[in-house]
Every structure is written in structure tokens, then in C-alpha cells.
């Protein structure tokens, strides 16, 4: 096809494309490989890779961390958990509710930093200017502070 | 076909059902009383009755929803439909009512907040003698408002400590034990010890059963 008979609208892909129909197909169905596999890539990582590892720290990040876990007060923490609000979803002593359970073992502070900010779900978001990561690293002192529960098998109310 | 099928079902049942016992064991020995371990203690009680649970469990996780064993149309009077507030006490007085001839042994979880908006509603159940175990879901304050009044202030980034005013029954707070001996009914002093709810469930029973309602006053965590 001459380039003079066609519209002058079309694009360079089009008229490449209808000047070359078998090569046209062929990076299509590539592109369309490309793209598919792009989509199981990030779907799988999105899935099956959690976001705690997803968002590892650098060194330098991790030794402030470190020092900020280490001057963390679980007593202010518990103060904070409950004047700040966190209690009325996740419970007393985090053991859950509205919201999961929180503690003991807690999700990474890395974690607990960075979603709050931008929680999924019901939660309203706890922002720098309400929260600071150093009351943060004071309610995740509080939580890894609670007692264990017992186990549902060693309850006789929760076994037939 | 349906043998199978129902031997999946059965299995998918028992399956959530140790997945809820499992969450049910998180905060057991709390004080405040959990919820779970409340609903808990409730069924080992009335499991070998005619029991009907005329609250809707939806403040208290759905607790009873996921450990009890419903099998009669009875057992269970839903929600309010329209998100009314101080429904439920009025609904389980008048569902106790209509128990009453049964012999059904009337249950309700009763939230504090919303047995405030219309706590007359005790009279009626001690003047007309209508068999009814109130156990108290007794946070000490409208818990719904508090958390949305939180997440307001959380949204807005102001304010965040400040839910509690308006919204919480504190300072002093309520002895609903007292209300309802006033009201004349039974009413059980504060349980706020996990190990003590069994004994004062049994005894609130013994007064359901000879005709009369009863309160039990649990002192529960927020949901």
C-alpha cells in the first residue's frame, strides 16, 4: 500500500503494521508475552512475598532501628496504645477485635512504621503528625512485652 | 453426590470452627473479659438447655456465631435491620415474652450503650415476670461512637487522644447490677475476674429459671 492512499490519521505502528501484516502478528503475540509474564511476575510478588521483606531496611536503617527498639519504653508504649486509640479495635492487650491481633511477636516495626501511615482495610490512617516512628517503636516494645495466650487445644471450653 | 457433599460441608465446618477456637484463645485470662472468652463461658452453661439468644452478636465478634452449635430456628433473633440504636434490650425483653411459654431459656448479650437509651425496659421485664438472662457486654461506653470519633480524628491528624469525651460511660461509671436491682430484678455485683463468670452465670440461671429475669454485669473488652 502506498503511503499517499492512506489516511493521514494513522500512526507509525499502524502503518508499519499494515505494510508488514506476519511481522505485525509475531510482535504482537511478543508483547502480549512480555506483558503476561510482567503481570504473573508482579502478581506473584504482590501475593506470595510480604511486605516486611519486601521493604528491608538498609544497614544504616537497621542500626537506628536497632537503637530506637532498644531506648523504646513498653510502658509508654502501653500509654500510648491506649490514648492513642489502638485499643478499641485491637483490644486491651491486642489480642484483637475489629482489627487482628497485634501481640505478642508483632509484625516487624519496619512493617508496623510504614503501614499505619497507609493502612488497608478499615483502619484510619496514623499519620508522622499524630504518630511519631519512635511512639511506634514504643507500642511495638509494649507489644512484644505481652504475655503469651494458652492454646485453644489446652482449653477445655474450646474443645468439645 | 450428597453424602459427599455434605462430608465436605462437615469438614469445611470443622475446619473454621477450629480456626475460630484458636482465635477464641487470644487474650483468655484478660481482664476486661474477653469476648470470646464470655461467649464461651455462656455456652458451657446453657448447651443442655432450650437456649435462645435473643441479641444480635455483631459488638461482641460474632462470637457466639462461631463457636456455638445452632441448629433451631429459634436459637437466634439477628440484627435490627436499620442500624437502630437501643434496639436490642426492648427486642430481647420481647422476645423473652414471646420464649416464655416455650420454657426457653432466654439469652442475651447486652451492650451497655445501647441498654442506655431505653434502660426502663429492666421494669417491664421485672413487673411482667419475664424470664431473661441478661449478661452485660459492659465496656463502659457507646464503643461504636468511640471508634468512629476516632477515626475521625485520625483522618483529620487532630485530636487522636480525645475520642473517649462524650462517647464513655467513666467517671463515674455504671453499676448496672445496681440498675437492675432497682428496676426489681436480680443484678450480680461487677465480674471483671474471667474465672468468676461461670458461678455467677450459674446463679443468674438458677433465678432465669424459676421465672424471673436476671442481670449478670460483666466488665468486657472493647469488642
Known amino acids: 500500500m502506498h503511503k499517499s492512499t492512506m489516511p493521514p490519521s494513522i500512526g507509525f505502528l499502524e502503518r508499519a503494521a499494515l505494510r508488514h501484516p506476519m511481522r505485525a502478528h509475531i510482535l504482537a503475540l511478543l508483547a502480549l508475552i512480555l506483558i503476561t509474564a510482567i503481570v504473573a511476575i508482579a502478581f506473584a510478588l504482590l501475593i506470595f512475598v510480604r511486605p516486611s521483606s519486601a521493604a528491608e531496611p538498609s544497614r544504616p536503617a537497621i542500626a537506628k532501628q536497632a537503637e530506637n527498639a532498644s531506648t523504646a519504653s513498653a510502658q509508654r508504649g502501653k500509654k500510648l496504645f491506649t490514648n492513642d486509640g489502638c485499643y478499641e479495635c485491637h483490644g486491651r492487650v491486642a489480642q484483637g477485635g475489629v482489627g487482628p491481633r497485634l501481640g505478642p511477636d508483632p509484625l516487624p516495626l519496619s512493617f508496623i512504621q510504614k503501614y499505619v501511615r497507609h493502612p488497608t482495610g478499615q483502619m484510619p490512617p496514623y499519620t508522622a503528625k499524630t504518630v511519631s516512628d519512635q511512639d511506634l517503636a514504643d507500642i511495638y516494645a509494649f507489644l512484644k512485652s505481652l504475655p503469651e495466650s494458652p492454646k485453644a487445644k489446652n482449653i477445655p471450653l474450646l474443645n468439645d | ?223
Open chain 2, 1 to 223: 453426590m450428597y453424602q459427599d457433599r455434605g462430608a465436605k460441608l462437615a469438614a469445611a465446618h470443622q475446619r473454621t470452627l477450629n480456626e475460630n477456637r484458636d482465635l477464641a484463645a487470644n487474650g483468655w485470662g484478660a481482664s476486661p473479659i474477653s469476648t470470646a472468652r464470655l461467649s464461651a463461658e455462656i455456652w458451657n452453661q446453657i448447651r443442655n438447655e432450650d437456649w435462645s439468644l435473643v441479641s444480635n452478636c455483631q459488638f461482641v465478634n460474632r462470637w457466639p456465631l462461631r463457636l456455638w452449635s445452632f441448629d433451631k430456628y429459634y436459637q437466634y433473633i439477628g440484627g435490627e435491620g436499620g442500624y437502630g440504636v437501643g434496639y436490642g434490650a426492648p427486642a430481647s425483653v420481647g422476645a423473652a415474652l414471646a420464649n416464655r411459654k416455650y420454657g426457653r431459656l432466654t439469652v442475651s448479650i447486652q451492650n451497655d450503650g445501647d441498654l442506655m437509651f431505653a434502660p426502663g425496659v429492666l421494669w417491664t421485664a421485672a413487673h411482667s415476670k419475664i424470664p431473661l438472662l441478661i449478661v452485660m457486654h459492659n465496656n463502659r461506653a457507646y464503643h461504636q461512637e468511640v471508634m468512629e470519633v476516632q477515626r475521625m480524628a485520625d483522618v483529620h491528624e487532630r485530636g487522636i487522644t480525645r475520642a473517649w469525651i462524650g462517647t464513655t460511660l467513666i467517671d463515674p461509671p455504671i453499676d448496672y447490677g445496681k440498675l437492675a436491682q432497682s428496676m426489681g430484678m436480680h443484678g450480680s455485683a461487677l465480674i471483671s475476674d474471667p474465672n468468676d463468670l461461670a458461678p455467677a452465670l450459674r446463679e443468674a440461671i438458677a433465678v432465669v429459671k424459676s421465672g424471673e429475669p436476671a442481670l449478670v454485669n460483666v466488665l468486657t473488652q472493647p469488642r
